[in-house]
């Protein structure tokens, strides 16, 4: 069996609760209320910045030159819905870019801080698997509200974005690299990037479930 399809079976349970968690269930529905689609795109916005910064840190550790070119366009393209994000829907959806508003909150502050801290400190083969469920969840869950959007969805443009065959493209580039990363590997190596793989995949559906309740640093 390939190191993705274990991962993912390894996560299916968890993948089930995000399906059916609120944010993504009104988000499907075109029923999510704006203020938790603000939040969440203050905060995503942060993450991405971030996120991009790891996947070229990630393109720089690498040995082979395709692996390296490949996580430095990743990391350009996190930018660049960065940058579409703020050019298209924070003015659409009315989202406040003043800083105070748009501080890191704690779910997002420690999933950046993670992925950080995995792309420093631990093999760069647990550092793919740590960006993984970014690129594959993301996918999956595109794909699954596109089948089921209702007519008028209202952030019908935003779903757009993870479910095109440029966002799958990526992807299985994304999977293919954790695969050939885990073959060349050690047993002990592929179990820290399946652990990696499933702490980035309940952030996933923390920081979901951080939007859909608005969690912020105590005052
Ligand atoms: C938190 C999060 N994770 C993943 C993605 C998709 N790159 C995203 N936009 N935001």
Redesign the pocket.
């Known amino acids: 069996m390939r190191w993705s399809n274990q991962a993912w079976t390894n996560i299916a349970p968890l993948y089930d609760h995000i399906i059916a968690m609120p944010f993504i269930q009104e988000l499907k529905a075109g029923t999510l209320p704006l203020k938790k689609f603000q939040f969440y795109m203050q905060?995503?916005a942060r993450?991405?910045e971030h996120?991009g910064r790891v996947l070229a840190y990630i393109g720089s550790k690498s040995t082979e030159n395709d692996q390296a070119i490949q996580f430095f366009d990743f990391g350009k393209n996190?930018l660049i819905?960065e940058k579409a994000l703020h050019e298209t829907y924070f003015k659409q959806f009315k989202v406040v870019d003043a800083h105070e508003d748009s501080a890191i909150q704690p779910i997002?502050h420690h999933?950046i801080h993670f992925l950080k801290s995995t792309a420093a400190f631990e093999p760069i083969e647990v550092a793919v698997a740590a960006v993984l469920?970014?690129?594959w969840?993301?996918k999956e869950v595109g794909d699954y509200i596109v089948a089921k959007a209702q007519p008028n969805n209202p952030y019908q443009a935003w779903i757009d974005t993870?479910s095109g065959e440029d966002f799958a493209e990526g992807v299985k580039k994304a999977i293919a690299f954790a695969d050939k990363m885990a073959e060349n590997s050690t047993e002990d190596i592929r179990i820290q990037m399946w652990q990696a793989f499933e702490k980035a995949s309940q952030?996933?559906y923390q920081?979901?479930d951080a939007a859909y309740h608005t969690i912020r640093w105590k005052e």
């Open positions: 905060q995503d993450y991405l996120f996190a819905v997002c999933y469920p970014c690129f969840i993301y993870y952030l996933e920081f979901w």
